[in-house]
């Protein structure tokens, strides 16, 4: 990869680290090297899950680099959207990603890098990260954040965010259920790596029925995605219920043995 996208590969597990100082902020190059490795990652079958991670203890990440466009004159291809494959950060907008992603936060979770964080499946936090979404006081609308905030937390707090930009430290965003755990930062790596290992052991056939479901239901009445997925109308749903991996959970619960997930 390059110096500002390094990965490396534990077994299963992708860790993906963003290190771009000083505030790990995303500019459009930056912006496709994640999408692109993220595009591998999800069309990688020996690969099962992801790990998003950033370097230094001050940011998670600042967001969009606003400093490159203005030394680009506005010319910038960011100003038009062109974030390159999955979208800002290469995650929010990366179709039928159907494997699991979590996210490493250390440090200031700013902006884009808010809505990078709210991309992923699951968010693990050190005790002294914060969130804010500042976007209001430039006059800029945080279009992912604002779209998925108000469905993961209640809606009086998510608006609070949105219009005033305030900050949201760990301790908070843990009581909204923003994110899954906080601990002190020397621990942080440890419990991400330990959640990684578990579902990497996982069914993945499962795991990617699960994030179609999920996804295609926000759209659809409860019923309607029900039907769906009964119907066997969802890719991943239906190749799961064609698999081995089907059959191996029940065959090793009555054999009292753990299963052995071959994806297939």
């Keep these: 990869m390059t110096e500002v996208i390094t990965t490396r590969r534990d077994g299963t597990i992708l860790e993906v680290t963003l290190d771009r100082p000083k505030a790990n902020a995303i500019d459009v190059k930056t912006s496709r090297l994640m999408g692109e490795t993220f595009k591998a990652f999800r069309d990688d079958p020996d690969l099962r899950v992801a790990v998003l991670k950033t370097a230094g203890d001050k940011f998670f990440c600042a967001g969009w680099d606003l400093k490159s466009v203005v030394a680009a004159g506005g010319s910038d291809d960011g100003a038009c959207g062109d974030f390159g494959v999955g979208g800002f950060g290469g995650l929010q907008e990366l179709r039928d990603l159907n494997k699991p992603v979590i996210a490493c ?11 990078l964080a709210l991309s992923c499946d ?3 936090a050190s005790d002294h990260s914060s969130f804010a979404l500042p976007e209001i006081r430039a006059g800029v609308l945080a279009d992912a954040a604002t779209i998925k905030l108000p469905k993961r937390i209640p809606y009086h707090v998510a608006m609070d965010l949105l219009l005033t930009g305030r900050w949201m430290d760990a ?27 578990l579902l990497a052991s996982g069914p993945p056939l499962v795991f990617a029925a699960i994030k179609e479901t999920a996804r295609v239901a926000e759209a659809l009445s409860f019923q309607d995605a029900m039907n769906r997925v009964g119907r066997r109308q969802l890719a991943t749903v ?7 991996d089907r059959l191996e959970g029940p065959r090793a619960f009555a054999e009292k ?4 997930w071959k994806g297939r």
């Design 238 to 244: 239906d190749r799961l219920s064609r698999s081995e």
């Design 122 to 124: 699951l968010i693990y």
């Design 257 to 260: 043995r753990a299963p052995v």
């Design 105 to 115: 936060v250390n440090g200031m979770a700013v902006g884009g890098g808010f809505e």
């Design 171 to 197: 301790a908070e965003a843990y009581r909204w259920g923003l994110v899954n755990e906080v601990l002190p930062k020397e621990k942080l790596g440890h419990r991400v790596y330990e959640i990684a290992r």
